[in-house]
């Protein structure tokens, strides 16, 4: 990929220190990184090297304590708390570890709330929701609650909630950390369908080799620099 | 403006029905007791409001319970000659049907003829019930709220064993009066007085006595003067009268109770905290179950103001379902007698009792409201349940 050209996610020596009790955790250190449009990134790397807080602040959940995050021209650091917030509504999917789905609220209606953010109208709403669920391969369990599917299944619904409102960014953290190897096969096949076939940009967290496989390219990180890049089937 | 996932709000509400039920029913429980305690106070005050200025109201000085001879009726007949007219009331206790406290009520004897000429104007009463009464010793008239209570009707028997007086009366509902005032209630039954002293005389009881005078004045202004003519004329006497407007002998009776006002409000002061407690508790352990799903909503993109309302607006309709079926029972009760005390609910009530119900969800559910909107996207989601 040429990512110079058409970067759509840059970082520009961002530091991100964590103050815990008067103590200071210097999580990422002058940290240069530009993600492509339409490419998939995996992150690799111990626990505690900053592959999280990555996902964090290119999402726009957290702001970097030097250095600049850039999507397309915007600025994240710039942009207020609600302006990051509409931003992310327009531009990221999240997928988490641990789905974190709404439990009280069905598949379908999981899928719909970020829908909520958009100007769609209810019935335009439901169909985008039941849209994004036959895509994950899921229109046959739309109104079932999160704890009457099975993980793979509660993770493909995170991924349609993600989905939901067209971002151009996917930012997984660990997507198939919790999930039995068949279903994590499952969940990679559909990440890597929606990257090819519909072009997201994905940037997903690992800690398995053979997920990694999966992405264009692989980065590893060791105590918030990078070490390591690989290409695609490294 | 971003729209308010509020069905995520009534699926947190299906989800814990049972602590949603409790919490409403703490809040109804509080606004409940505040509301009939309030209606109390009103209608002791309203009671005293719409008591009529031209009535004076004369009894014994030594307790409203003592009562005073027969005797003195000529004599306070003739002091009010020509400036009021003049009854007697007479209570008369007794059992009716059995001790149980749903069967007493009010029970007086008195004259059907003068009770009409000083009491007539408050009441609406048919002429020939008016009459009828006049005419049967044994006739009553009732109230239309008691006739409801213990389902009676024009020509049924009541039946009531004396205790105060000897003997047994036996009595037939020839009326049923409706009251224009709410100073005099729907739930008292009136009999003839000659027949209860008769009563009671072949018994062997107390008799020609009464509990007080009643006498309806041509102009109020004549209240002080026939007032101290009356209880100067008995001064010396073993019967000595204290005469006093309907107004002061109401509150007289009202204060039997003590300083209900005061109490009543300590007492609902003391309920509506420890509900404000119950619920603030139960709003932030709802806020502090919900945090990793906060962080999630706010990685979706709603903002602060968003989770704001939505955490507010959960504690105040949870406080108003609760406050406002609560105040649907309180308004129901209006016009009904609480300890002798008729119930009075006007407008105000159920706005006040809307209105702390509303305060209560407001400041219940601030501190979970402000948790939930100032909490770190990246601290919730580290948190799971």
């Known amino acids: ?234 | 403006m971003p729209r308010i996932p509020w069905r995520l709000m009534f699926a947190h509400f299906r989800r814990n029905k049972l602590r949603a039920l409790l919490t409403l029913g703490s809040v109804f429980m509080a606004v409940l007791i505040f509301g009939f305690l309030r209606t109390f106070i009103v209608g002791m005050e309203t009671s005293l409001a719409e008591c009529n200025a031209n009535r004076i109201i004369s009894a014994s000085k030594l307790s409203l319970f003592a009562h005073l001879p027969k005797s003195l009726e000529p004599e306070i007949a003739e002091m009010a000659a020509g400036k009021a007219s003049i009854t007697t009331f007479t209570w008369y206790g007794g059992i009716y049907i059995d001790a149980d406290p749903s069967h007493y009520w009010g029970r007086f004897g008195t004259d059907p003829v003068s009770f009409r000429k000083v009491y007539g104007p408050d009441l609406i009463l048919d002429d020939a019930a008016w009459q009828r009464w006049a005419e049967l010793r044994q006739g009553c008239i009732i109230g239309a709220d008691l006739a409801r209570d213990e389902s009676l009707k024009i020509g049924d028997r009541v039946h009531i064993t004396g205790n105060i007086f000897s003997g047994e009366i036996d009595l037939e509902v020839v009326g049923i009066y409706r009251s224009k005032v709410r100073s005099f209630d729907q739930k008292t039954l009136f009999f003839n007085w000659d027949y209860m002293n008769e009563t009671s005389k072949q018994a062997g009881g107390r008799t020609n006595c009464v509990s007080t005078y009643c006498l309806l004045l041509n102009d109020a202004q004549e209240s002080a003067a026939l007032s101290q003519k009356i209880d100067t004329a008995f001064e010396n006497s073993p019967h000595r009268t204290m005469t006093q407007t309907e107004r002061a002998f109401q509150a007289q009776f009202n204060s039997m109770w003590g300083n209900l006002p005061l109490f009543f409000g300590i007492l609902g002061g003391v309920v509506l905290l420890a509900c404000l407690m119950v619920t603030s508790n139960t709003m932030m352990l709802n806020a502090r179950e919900r945090i990793q799903e906060t962080g999630v909503l706010k990685t979706l993109g709603f903002t602060k103001g968003t989770l704001l309302v939505l955490t507010l607006t959960e504690s105040l309709l949870l406080c108003l379902i609760g406050g406002g079926l609560a105040m649907l029972i309180v308004n129901a009760a209006d016009g009904a007698i609480l300890m002798f005390v008729i119930a009075s609910v006007p407008a105000s009530t159920i706005w006040l009792g809307l209105g702390i119900a509303a305060a209560l969800g407001l400041i219940s559910g601030l501190f979970p409201a402000l948790l939930v909107s100032r909490l770190e996207i990246v601290d919730a989601l580290r948190r799971r349940a």
């Open chain 1, 1 to 234: 990929m040429e990512m110079a050209e058409n970067a759509l996610l840059r970082f520009h020596g961002v530091d991100k220190i964590y103050r815990r009790g008067g103590e200071e955790l210097h999580v990422l250190a002058g940290l240069d990184l530009t993600v492509g449009e339409g490419e998939f990134l995996a992150l690799m790397g111990p626990s505690g090297c900053g592959k999280s807080t990555i996902l964090n602040l290119a999402g726009g959940l957290d702001t970097p304590d030097a250095g600049t995050v850039t999507f397309g021209q915007d600025e994240l650091g710039a942009l207020s708390d609600s302006e990051r917030a509409a931003w992310r509504s327009r531009n990221v999917g999240f997928i988490f570890q641990a789905y974190n789905l709404i439990p009280v609220l069905t598949a379908r209606q999981n899928v719909a709330l970020p829908l909520l953010l958009t100007p769609l109208n209810g019935r335009e709403r439901k169909e985008q929701a039941e849209r994004a669920l036959r895509i994950v391969g899921l229109g046959d369990r739309m109104e079932h609650f999160p704890n009457q599917l099975s993980g793979g299944q509660e993770q493909r619904v995170a991924i349609a909630r993600a989905l939901a409102t067209d971002p151009r960014l996917l930012l997984a953290d660990e997507p198939t950390g919790d999930l039995d190897a068949n279903s994590a096969k499952d969940i990679l096949d559909l990440l890597q369908r929606l990257n090819r076939e519909n072009g997201k940009t994905i940037v997903m967290v690992t800690h398995d080799p053979s997920a990694a496989e999966r992405a264009h390219r692989t980065l590893k990180l060791d105590k918030g620099r990078l070490v390591q890049s690989l290409g695609a089937g490294h």
